[in-house]
């Protein structure tokens, strides 16, 4: 797999692969969990959006396993553990001394000489020594013979595992495709009687998109509270708050726009005109970000209008619906600029998108342009009208930024 250095290390950290997806499946028989490691191989290469999909490799390597008759070893004053230790040191030696050569130390090993391990025939005529001297052949207490083994047994928490790991091609998104791969894998691992976990780096996605969520509700519950103090008025705080929903309309259009993998073909799709099965733009960390950015710059905007209206009203004398037209055009030329100012400095790197270096700062430029968009022209007409709305019966200003001050 192509990808950084920090991301796989990061990948690792969290799952041990460095996909995008780690399936792992835990179960206690090894032929099984490699069987269905495979089905589940050749099921998700079929979906769409999947790419380096890959069971863990193993190699099937040539073995000669020992496995003892627990009453023939009682019967020689053996146990495994005994007889198992003695084989060791006839085939790998047993370290005797050490020869001190100048400046060099060797090990002095004992072992059987190589033509009498030469073949696993020769096994059988190993002599074990018990506890009260008894002497009997390997072959007269166990059972060994050549075998295909796997050379990797994962486990993890005490448990056998197969991990499965999958990647996401360019333009799906993340979450929709994980949903689609436990929606495949799921029946599979249930079938055979195994348990499933998913890893991998939309662990990290999901906990950061509900940490930006949540930290995205608590900056709009406090400037609405900081509005409502300064003002005294819940309606004018609902009113600047209102450029909130208008700057969002923006920044999901562009997400829509620029990450989806066809647009005309998920317009088609969305509408019903048979276009081809729709693919979800991808909502990444850096475009939740971008979305965050875009509160300060929607209520800035409305709190200039406001402001603006209200000042009209109190110091000029000037009536609701005077004070609503006049401030209107009189603030329109200041939150182009403001816009304007912004959306300069953000489009070279919302046209930089693709290049290298450019995932994080590229996807909040986006959003963040879009946003200033539809926030700054919807700003225009929709806070006119919800201010001559919310203040036409009561008649009277508001004070944004200045506290109203009662004559003596």
């Known amino acids: 797999?192509?990808?950084?250095?920090?991301?796989?290390?990061?990948?690792?950290?969290?799952?041990?692969?460095?996909?995008?997806?780690?399936?792992?499946?835990?179960g206690d028989d090894l032929d099984g969990l490699r069987a269905v490691a495979k089905r589940i191989e050749s099921v998700l290469q079929s979906i769409p959006g999947t790419r380096d999909v890959a069971a863990n490799r193993e190699i099937m390597v040539a073995s000669v396993p020992i496995r003892y008759r627990a009453e023939d070893l009682a019967a020689a004053g053996l146990t495994p553990a005994a007889a198992a230790e003695q084989v060791r040191?006839?085939?790998?030696?047993?370290?005797?001394?050490?020869?001190?050569?100048?400046?060099?130390?060797?090990?002095?090993?004992?072992?059987?000489?190589?033509e009498e391990r030469a073949r696993i025939d020769q096994l059988g005529e190993l002599i074990l020594r018990g506890e009260h001297g008894a002497m009997v052949r390997l072959g007269d207490v166990a059972d060994f013979g050549p075998e295909m083994t796997s050379n990797l047994i994962a486990r993890e928490n005490?448990?056998?595992?197969?991990?499965?790991?999958?990647?996401v091609a360019a333009g799906y998104n993340l979450g929709d495709?994980?949903?689609?791969?436990?929606?495949?894998v799921d029946p599979i691992v249930a079938e055979a009687g195994f348990t499933v976990r998913y890893g991998g780096q939309f662990e990290a996605q999901q906990s950061a998109a509900r940490t930006i969520l949540l930290?995205?509700?608590?900056?709009?519950?406090?400037?609405?509270?900081?509005?409502?103090?300064?003002?005294?008025?819940?309606?004018?705080?609902?009113?600047?708050?209102?450029?909130?929903?208008?700057?969002?309309?923006?920044g999901v259009v562009a997400v829509f726009v620029s990450e989806s993998p066809s647009v005309l073909a998920n317009v088609q799709s969305l509408m019903g005109l048979g276009g081809d099965r729709y693919v979800a733009p991808v909502l990444s960390i850096a475009s939740l970000v971008g979305f965050v950015t875009l509160f300060g710059i929607a209520v800035r905007n409305g709190i200039l209008l406001v402001n603006h209206f209200d000042h009209l009203q109190r110091h000029e004398g000037r009536s609701l619906v005077e004070a609503v037209v006049q401030g209107s055009m009189e603030r329109l030329v200041p939150i182009l600029m403001?816009?304007?100012?912004?959306?300069?400095?953000?489009?070279?790197?919302?046209?930089?998108?693709?290049?290298?270096?450019?995932?994080?700062?590229?996807?909040?430029?986006?959003?963040?342009?879009?946003?200033?968009?539809?926030?700054t022209f919807l700003n225009?007409?929709?806070?006119?009208?919800?201010?001559?709305?919310?203040?036409?019966?009561?008649?009277t200003s508001i004070a944004l930024l200045e506290p109203e001050v009662t004559p003596a």
Request: glycine share 8%.
């Open 338 to 375: 403001t816009a304007l100012t912004a959306a300069l400095g953000l489009l070279p790197l919302a046209l930089a998108a693709g290049e290298p270096g450019s995932e994080l700062l590229a996807p909040l430029a986006v959003v963040v342009l879009g946003g200033l968009v539809s926030s």
């Open 380 to 395: 225009l007409f929709v806070v006119p009208v919800g201010y001559a709305l919310a203040f036409a019966r009561a008649g």
């Open 89 to 114: 040191q006839a085939l790998h030696g047993e370290t005797v001394a050490e020869i001190n050569e100048g400046i060099r130390r060797l090990d002095l090993v004992v072992r059987l000489a190589d």
């Open 177 to 184: 495709l994980v949903a689609e791969v436990r929606a495949k």
């Open 215 to 250: 930290m995205g509700s608590v900056v709009a519950v406090v400037m609405f509270l900081l509005l409502q103090l300064t003002t005294g008025r819940s309606r004018t705080a609902l009113l600047v708050m209102l450029n909130l929903p208008l700057a969002l309309i923006g």
């Open 1 to 26: 797999m192509v990808g950084q250095p920090i991301e796989h290390r990061m990948s690792h950290l969290l799952s041990g692969t460095p996909a995008a997806i780690a399936i792992d499946v835990y």
């Open 158 to 167: 005490a448990r056998r595992k197969a991990v499965v790991s999958v990647n």
